[in-house]
């Protein structure tokens, strides 16, 4: 199984500034047509997660410009480039290059 | 506008069993893998099964594989968990998902499984 690991597991940050959170996995993501199969999701309080980044570093619909997905191989980050109050919440990584699919253990930020 | 719409959540006795559908629309749902993912109260996220188009290939993580049972019916644009020997360890909510790029595109609001005496 591919194991991920996230950090950090909690992250304070005071609003319109950046953030970064880290995700490693056990062995690399790259798949056969040459993109990472790393996703990030956010789930906000109460509610379900939702898709920020697919493939590494694509934004899905809808989602701020503000958040950005880089990396490839093992290593992956997801940066906000200034936090707002919305923001707060647990992020999510996830490998879904083979099965079985696995997610980071989350990362929970919250507003100083 | 996607949708998933989860049913099917109860409180089971240990050894007993439910079933979970989730309605899906907004979305060619016969061309779609779906998925099926858990989150244990206080806890982080679990896959637990996904679905290929078509239905051939049906994949489990190891925790309940022989016990759940992914399915599907395109007619009704639905994909069902059947949960057999159910065990307090089950305890979560089920969220269903739309799977594409090797990512969950769109989640349901998920619904509840309490399995305890």
């Known amino acids: 199984d591919i194991v991920m690991t996230q950090s950090p597991l909690s992250l304070p940050v005071t609003p319109g500034e950046p953030a970064s959170i880290s995700c490693r996995s056990s062995?690399?993501?790259?798949?056969?047509?040459?993109?990472?199969?790393l996703s990030w999701y956010l789930q906000k309080p109460g509610q379900s997660p939702q898709l920020l980044i697919y493939?590494?570093?694509n934004r899905a619909s809808g989602v701020p410009d503000r958040f950005s997905g880089s990396g490839s191989g093992t290593d992956f980050t997801l940066k906000i480039s200034s936090v707002e109050a919305e923001d707060v919440g647990v992020y999510y990584c996830?490998?879904?290059?083979?099965?079985?699919?696995?997610f980071g253990q989350g990362t929970r930020l919250e507003i100083k | 506008e996607v949708q998933l719409v989860e049913s099917g959540g109860d409180l089971v006795q240990p050894g007993g069993s439910l079933r979970l559908s989730c309605a899906a629309s907004?979305?060619?749902?016969?061309?779609?893998?779906m998925y099926w993912v858990r989150q244990a109260p206080g806890k982080g996220l679990e896959w637990v099964a996904y679905?290929?188009?078509?239905?051939?290939?049906?994949y489990y993580v190891d925790s309940v594989k022989g016990r759940f049972t992914i399915s599907r019916d395109d007619a009704k644009n639905s994909v069902y968990l059947e949960m057999n020997s159910l065990r307090a360890e089950d305890t979560a909510v089920y969220f269903c998902?739309?799977?594409?790029?090797?990512?969950?595109?769109?989640w349901g609001q998920g619904t509840l499984v309490t399995v305890s005496s």
């Open positions: 493939l590494g570093s």
């Open positions: 996830m490998q879904g290059l083979q099965a079985p699919i696995t």
């Open positions: 907004g979305f060619t749902f016969s061309s779609s893998w």
């Open positions: 062995q690399s993501l790259l798949n056969s047509n040459g993109y990472n199969s």
């Open positions: 679905i290929r188009h078509g239905g051939t290939e049906k």
């Open positions: 998902a739309r799977g594409q790029d090797s990512a969950f595109y769109n």
